[in-house]
């Protein structure tokens, strides 16, 4: 296990994130997608949770399943085994068929016997998916590696004051829930790329909180939130980010 400070180290080592893996490259929030990450170097791994009726958590962006996968309607209203009958590969690339909606655990199953932090954003924000998914993350001994991202300033309060977990929030963007004592329970904010400026990132700094970018996909984006002083990137195409940052050349 690395001993640098888990997300932050310094103000000049800002942290690579894979956006749902390498969404640009392979099937998003896919175990192939999330081992191709890991494979190019990345510092983390960013992915969404959502509960099925019989309570198990799976991996996946949209609400709703038509996008990405073979099945259609919304993913909540399924069971694990229902979602299992669908395809998450084939849409990106026929190369991909047989790719399938992820369980959290296959997921932390990857990444447990690494030091690869975790961005772990509640598209589910049911109190019950919640607690299950900061559980299951402690069961794996986790707690000091991810963060609990969501748009739902209600679900970071939450996973802050009653679980004492890291959050992320995205205050520029969330126009229901906010509250005078959101901000309290933010380790960090998400902020776009079209957003990103020095002043905007210094005045997160100065009240003790993150400012994390999404998403750096080209060498020119990623040079943009060194010079806006973000701390953390995340990156559709890692490659860019780990070539300016890192000095890698990862192979697709």
């Known amino acids: 296990m690395s001993d640098r400070n888990y997300w ?16 640009a490259l392979y099937p998003e929030n896919t175990m192939v997608s999330f081992e191709k990450a890991v494979e190019m170097g990345v510092d983390g791994i960013e992915t969404d949770v959502h509960m099925t009726t019989d309570g198990q ?27 299992m009958e669908f395809d ?8 991909y068929a047989g790719e399938k909606i992820p369980r959290l655990e296959e997921f932390l199953d990857l990444v447990q016997n690494t030091d690869l ?3 772990v954003e509640m598209k589910d924000y049911r109190p019950e ?10 069961r794996y001994g986790l707690r000091d590696r991810y963060v609990i991202a969501s ?20 205050p520029l ?16 904010v998400g902020i776009g790329m079209q957003d990103v400026t020095r002043e905007l990132t210094d005045s997160y700094l100065a009240r003790g909180i993150e400012p994390w970018c999404w998403c750096a996909d080209t060498e020119e984006a990623v040079q943009q939130g060194i ?26």
């Open 88 to 95: 998450a590969g084939v849409k990106f690339s026929p190369k």
């Open 57 to 83: 958590l799976v991996l996946h962006h949209d609400d709703l399943l038509d996008r990405t996968t073979t099945g259609s309607g919304p993913i909540e209203a399924y069971s694990y085994k229902e979602l």
């Open 173 to 188: 963007y969330m126009v229901k829930y906010l509250t005078a004592e959101t901000e309290l329970h933010y380790y960090a």
């Open 227 to 252: 010079d806006g002083g973000v701390t953390m990137i995340t990156a559709n195409d890692p490659r860019p980010a780990l070539k300016v940052l890192r000095g890698k050349t990862a192979d697709e």
């Open 117 to 119: 932090l975790l961005n």
């Open 151 to 170: 748009f739902s300033a209600t679900v970071t309060t939450m996973a802050h004051k009653l679980f004492g977990v890291k959050t992320q929030g995205f």
């Open 129 to 138: 998916a919640l607690r299950k998914t900061i559980e299951t993350l402690d």
């Open 8 to 23: 932050t180290q310094s103000r000049d080592h800002i942290a690579i994130i894979g956006h749902r893996g390498a969404r």
